[in-house]
């Protein structure tokens, strides 16, 4: 009780007493007006409304606020019902609020912001060119800063062209800035007007050269259609100003989507030599390791990123647990991957984490873990069910891992990778027939799937059935994915079963050459040995086996010679 009366007392006190330090106001609520006695109805609304705010209840305060405000004309009292009229978002009687401040208190900037507040969420853009005009006139001092505000308060708008339209008319007086031709520029830009904004922001480096948020405009403009020259541009202004951080790291990013993979690393080195700190260069640079295979530089980064203050520390959980998985470290990948506890590689993980640990004999733990998952959507429940197969199947439940993969494509009944997957499981199963109609189906509906036309041709190859057909689905796939060592695999082999054997031998070597995978090295043994050079065959079967002495087709390859 002791609270709400002092609330009461400090409220009242601001229409009594004059405000410290500020210009005196054109109107104050006073004991008499038109006959009126003020102070008991401003001490009685000012409690009732400080009161029902402090109890939750806006609407009992703001009635009370408009009422007071209107009967008193004062500046304070406008501006506290203008606040809780934009509050309750009753955007109407926030505007009559502050234009009723404006008038009473004419050079009060804070009131002009008011009504310029209320008409951009009332969207009534016509009325806001004049408005955000007398702003500018207003506050000469601060000229240039608001010019830079303008498109963020106007960020909602959803007629950009519109909004490029008012930046024009009210920046347009202020030629001699370079704040209000970039913020014509941005303006532009967000209406998809390129060359206006690539315009804007060169006449706004003419007068700021080494303004980088103008060169940022300028290159983001011409990236759209122009992007070799966006490159060059970004390459003279790094140049021109060495430390221009966020330029350098979109010259990176425009490096990367040309596949230019050195000299975009490049460019993140020389930033992180500069900003070591720096979330926004490490991530992307860390990703570029990984795409580079150098899994060294690319966990050192991300190990930077975890001890910092990166927020989306469950992402480089994932990708760390990539790491220790793909060099055997399966504990720390475990570790890892069960860290990740939201994010876009959250199922990722825990697939992930289920066939580490099923690998490790906990079938059951991972089965666990998997069925405990809420997956909220359609596209979740797919990715747990892939991971669940995958499961079943390293167990060696393929049955169940099918019947899985089935009610997951009763439901989606045309997705690639349920086809693909369910495809290889039936083969396994014996189910000749439904892994070919699978196959035949995914291939209709993507007809340049390297991975569906190489898995078909090479179980035709394998069976030593419609070689050629079988050969010309494999020579597709590897047209369309030259460098793939696994393709690369099945066109030797089908090359092989044709009777072209140096041919197809020469292609498993290259293939193994690229990944020693023990499936490569069972075939390229059954070759050598079928060419009579057994002691070549026995040594790449024996160094496979020491590699890799579960693999079951090496194992099988290996007994089918050697009984």
Not at 214 to 220: E, F, G, K, P, T
Request: some cysteine; overall charge negative; aromatic content about 6%.
């Amino acid at each position: 009780m002791f609270r709400k009366l002092l609330i009461v007392l400090l409220a009242c006190s601001a229409f009594l007493l004059p405000v410290a330090h500020a210009r005196p106001a054109k109107a104050s609520v006073v004991p008499q007006q038109g006959g009126e006695d003020l102070l008991p109805r401003a001490v009685f609304e000012v409690l009732l409304g400080e009161i029902a705010l402090d109890r939750g209840k806006p609407d009992v305060a703001l009635s009370a606020y408009v009422d007071l405000a209107r009967r008193s004309k004062d500046p304070r009292v406008l501006q506290r019902a203008f606040e809780i009229a934009t509050d309750s978002r009753l955007f109407e009687l926030a505007l009559e609020m502050a234009r009723l401040w404006s008038q009473n208190d004419p050079q009060s900037f804070r009131a002009q912001q008011a009504i310029t507040a209320a008409l951009v969420q009332l969207n009534r853009l016509d009325e806001l060119t004049q408005q955000i005009a007398l702003m500018l006139e207003l506050d000469k001092e601060r000229l240039a800063e608001h010019l830079l505000y303008l498109n963020r308060m106007l960020a909602r708008q959803p007629d950009r062209a519109a909004v490029s339209r008012l930046v024009r008319k009210v920046a347009s007086p202020y030629a001699g800035m370079a704040e209000a031709h970039y913020a014509m520029a941005v303006a532009a830009l967000a209406a998809d007007e390129q060359q206006q904004a690539q315009d804007e922001a060169l006449k706004a480096l003419e007068l700021r050269p080494d303004w980088e948020p103008a060169a940022l405009v300028h290159a983001r403009a011409l990236a759209k259609t122009a992007p070799a020259e966006a490159l060059a541009f970004l390459r003279r202004f790094v140049d021109d100003n060495p430390k221009a951080a966020d330029a350098r790291l979109m010259l990176a990013r425009l490096l990367l989507g040309e596949k230019a993979y050195e000299q975009a690393r490049a460019q993140f080195s020389r930033i992180l030599e500069d900003y070591p700190d720096s979330p926004e260069a490490l991530f992307p640079a860390a990703m570029l390791a990984l795409q580079q295979d150098d899994r060294t530089s690319a966990r050192a980064i991300l190990e930077r990123l975890l001890s910092g203050t990166f927020p989306d520390k469950s992402t480089v959980h994932y990708y760390l647990g990539e790491i220790e998985e793909e060099e055997k470290n399966m504990g720390a990948a475990l570790v890892h991957y069960q860290q990740v506890i939201a994010g876009d590689q959250y199922l990722r993980a825990k697939g992930r984490a289920a066939l580490i640990l099923t690998r490790q004999g906990r079938f059951d733990e991972a089965l666990s873990m998997l069925r405990q998952s809420k997956a909220q959507t359609k596209e979740e429940r797919l990715r747990l069910g892939l991971a669940e197969a995958s499961v079943l199947r390293e167990g060696k439940r393929s049955g169940e891992a099918f019947e899985v993969l089935d009610r997951l494509l009763n439901e989606s009944p045309d997705d690639p990778e349920l086809l693909y997957e369910s495809a290889l499981t039936a083969e396994r199963l014996g189910r000749i027939e439904v892994f070919e109609a699978r196959l035949r189906r995914l291939i209709a509906l993507k007809p340049d799937d390297a991975h569906a036309l190489n898995a078909l041709g090479y179980s035709l190859a394998d069976r030593n059935v419609r070689l050629d057909e079988a050969y010309d689905l494999i020579k597709k796939a590897s047209d369309l994915s030259p460098q793939n060592p696994f393709i690369m695999d099945s066109l030797g082999w089908v090359l092989f079963r044709q009777g072209k054997i140096e041919e197809g031998l020469q292609l498993l070597q290259a293939a193994y050459k690229l990944r020693s995978d023990p499936e490569i090295a069972a075939h390229i043994g059954e070759v050598l040995w079928v060419l009579g050079r057994q002691d070549e065959a026995r040594a790449i079967w024996r160094s496979a086996a020491e590699q890799y002495p579960d693999n079951e087709a090496l194992s099988a390859t290996i007994k089918k010679f050697q009984p």
